[in-house]
């Protein structure tokens, strides 16, 4: 199901964009359940996850930032990916496998995802060393039971990640999985563009 921004968010973000003079890109309408999963899995109510995750990371960098980057004339990018949920889930992962990014900022990553923790900690090497992850203080509350170990999980990842040597930045926010998005994303951009 695509995701977009209303209004306000996008206005919220441009104001972002100008206070730390940079480019912020807001990708939408991909195939949620599908781009942002890494391998197949059952789906939380029914059928399944797709797995499609590479085929959409070959297309983020290939054709959506080289396109990008043209039009705006930009030379040497240093990129940043910061997303929600599943995304931050894919952004993750997404930094281990390729070294796109300075940093990835990972909001509510749904690191309850089958196999996950165990996959992160099995890899050698990651391609970006700097992270931002951050969850909610009420999204263990949750009464879906795939859910329910969303902090153990989230804790699980962020050792993994300092253990492989990234340096990463983790916060407990108020709220849960579904609170306002801008302050949080707000915060990644704060973490990892310190010292830039």
Not at 47 to 58: H, I, K, N, P, V
Not at 98 to 120: N, R, T
């Amino acid at each position: 199901m695509p995701h977009r921004l209303p209004a306000e968010d996008i206005s919220a973000l441009e104001e972002l964009s100008t206070r730390f003079e940079t480019n912020i890109v807001v990708i939408s309408e991909m195939d949620w359940n599908n781009d942002m999963t890494p391998w197949k899995a059952p789906a939380v109510k029914e059928g399944e996850f797709g797995g499609r995750a590479s085929q959409f990371l070959d297309g983020l960098k290939g054709d959506i930032f080289f396109n990008l980057e043209n039009s705006l004339q930009i030379r040497n990018a240093k990129r940043y990916l910061i997303v929600l949920s599943l995304s931050g889930l894919f952004a993750v992962w997404a930094g281990a496998m390729q070294p796109l990014f300075e940093g990835v900022g990972s909001i509510s990553g749904s690191f309850w995802y089958d196999g996950f923790a165990e996959w992160i900690l099995k890899q050698e090497d990651l391609k970006c060393v700097r992270y931002y992850v951050s969850m909610g203080d009420k999204e263990k509350e949750t009464k879906v039971k795939r859910f329910a170990n969303i902090e153990e999980d989230t804790i699980k990842v962020v050792e993994t990640l300092m253990l492989k040597g990234a340096e990463v930045a983790f916060e407990v926010t108020e709220g849960g999985h579904n609170s306002p998005v801008v302050p949080r994303i707000e915060k990644s951009v704060v973490s990892l563009f310190r010292n830039q």
